[in-house]
């Protein structure tokens, strides 16, 4: 029954409405680029309805799980999905939520936490690199190589442990990332990598309530951390941080959705609908057969109808 009743709610929201729902949030082009005008409690308007919400992430969950298999099968594409966010926007629901119905192997999710030493002694986008999804697989970055144009940018001072040669270490450095940032992402997407980066906007008043509820109650009290209101301190610097990055490597082929969070149940539509429309495009279908393979399978067929159990 709740899966007839997801069905119907997702023919409510045919592929064209679909995607001008993610026309509201996509950026694909920097300039003139504001967070200021994306509201985090934005709830897209006439677009989608909360009461069908529970309903259409059941069926975008099924039908990415479904896209998801014919991606491993095909075995061409790989898909990047980029999770960036402040405290308790919720990227770890998020990414639960969305991907509860996929086969986890055909998933794989690497949470990058802060530099080891090791990583350190390497370039910067060094640890991404190795993380990076094989072909027919979805990854999921949860926070990212953005975090050395972000946490370190807010706090130059981790820049020492990075041990970069004194005289890289300028004013441009952030620029300079953020230019790597966008040939990597390019190479990328030349090798048949499908990338997508979500900001989920919270905003400070939501943060703080959502603080609050973590204190209040027991059983999410490990989910809050002294550091956590250090952060907060730095709330507007690191807005100018994220605005800065999505605004230099927001493109075509690598869009950000700026995706309200204010509401989980409209930031897991969006993040759900987004990947479904990129898997979507590419078109998905099975490799052919060779004459050989489908002789082969037709032996296979003739050996179990004729075997004696």
Request: with cysteine; aromatic share 8%.
């Given at each position: 029954m709740q899966q007839i009743v997801a069905q119907n709610a997702i023919r409510h929201l045919s592929t064209k409405e679909l995607r001008k729902l993610l026309h509201r949030y996509r950026v694909t082009d920097g300039k003139g680029f504001q967070l200021k005008d994306h509201d985090p409690t934005d709830t897209a308007g006439h677009l989608i309805d909360k009461h069908h919400a529970a309903a259409l992430l059941a069926g975008g969950v099924e039908?990415?799980?479904?896209?998801?298999?014919?991606?491993?099968a095909q075995d061409r594409w790989a898909v990047l999905c980029v999770f960036q966010a402040m405290d308790a926007a919720g990227k770890d629901g998020t990414i639960k939520h969305v991907l509860s119905g996929v086969n986890p192997?055909?998933?794989?999710?690497?949470?990058?936490?802060?530099?080891?030493?090791e990583e350190m002694r390497h370039d910067f986008l060094w640890r991404a690199i190795r993380a990076l999804p094989e072909r027919g697989k979805i990854g999921i970055f949860n926070r990212s190589h953005y975090e050395e144009a972000l946490v370190v940018r807010v706090h130059p001072d981790l820049l020492?442990?990075?041990?970069?040669?004194?005289?890289?270490?300028?004013r441009k450095i952030w620029d300079k990332r953020l230019t790597a940032i966008v040939g990597f992402e390019h190479y990328l997407a030349q090798q048949g990598t499908v990338i997508l980066k979500f900001f989920l906007n919270l905003s400070k008043e939501e943060q703080k309530r959502r603080f609050l509820e973590r204190l209040d109650e027991p059983n999410k009290n490990w989910k809050f951390s002294p550091a956590d209101l250090t952060e907060r301190s730095y709330w507007d610097e690191y807005q100018r941080a994220y605005e800065a990055a999505i605004a230099a490597t927001a493109a075509p082929h690598a869009p950000w959705f700026v995706v309200p969070a204010d509401n989980k149940w409209v930031t897991r539509l969006v993040v759900v609908a987004a990947i479904i429309d990129a898997l979507d495009r590419l078109d998905l279908k099975p490799q052919a057969l060779t004459a050989t393979e489908l002789a082969n399978l037709d032996e296979a067929r003739q050996a179990l109808e004729t075997e004696d159990c």
């Amino acid at each position: 029954m709740q899966q007839i009743v997801a069905q119907n709610a997702i023919r409510h929201l045919s592929t064209k409405e679909l995607r001008k729902l993610l026309h509201r949030y996509r950026v694909t082009d920097g300039k003139g680029f504001q967070l200021k005008d994306h509201d985090p409690t934005d709830t897209a308007g006439h677009l989608i309805d909360k009461h069908h919400a529970a309903a259409l992430l059941a069926g975008g969950v099924e039908h990415l799980s479904t896209l998801q298999e014919k991606l491993y099968a095909q075995d061409r594409w790989a898909v990047l999905c980029v999770f960036q966010a402040m405290d308790a926007a919720g990227k770890d629901g998020t990414i639960k939520h969305v991907l509860s119905g996929v086969n986890p192997q055909g998933v794989h999710v690497t949470s990058f936490k802060a530099p080891s030493v090791e990583e350190m002694r390497h370039d910067f986008l060094w640890r991404a690199i190795r993380a990076l999804p094989e072909r027919g697989k979805i990854g999921i970055f949860n926070r990212s190589h953005y975090e050395e144009a972000l946490v370190v940018r807010v706090h130059p001072d981790l820049l020492e442990k990075q041990h970069l040669p004194h005289e890289l270490v300028t004013r441009k450095i952030w620029d300079k990332r953020l230019t790597a940032i966008v040939g990597f992402e390019h190479y990328l997407a030349q090798q048949g990598t499908v990338i997508l980066k979500f900001f989920l906007n919270l905003s400070k008043e939501e943060q703080k309530r959502r603080f609050l509820e973590r204190l209040d109650e027991p059983n999410k009290n490990w989910k809050f951390s002294p550091a956590d209101l250090t952060e907060r301190s730095y709330w507007d610097e690191y807005q100018r941080a994220y605005e800065a990055a999505i605004a230099a490597t927001a493109a075509p082929h690598a869009p950000w959705f700026v995706v309200p969070a204010d509401n989980k149940w409209v930031t897991r539509l969006v993040v759900v609908a987004a990947i479904i429309d990129a898997l979507d495009r590419l078109d998905l279908k099975p490799q052919a057969l060779t004459a050989t393979e489908l002789a082969n399978l037709d032996e296979a067929r003739q050996a179990l109808e004729t075997e004696d159990c």
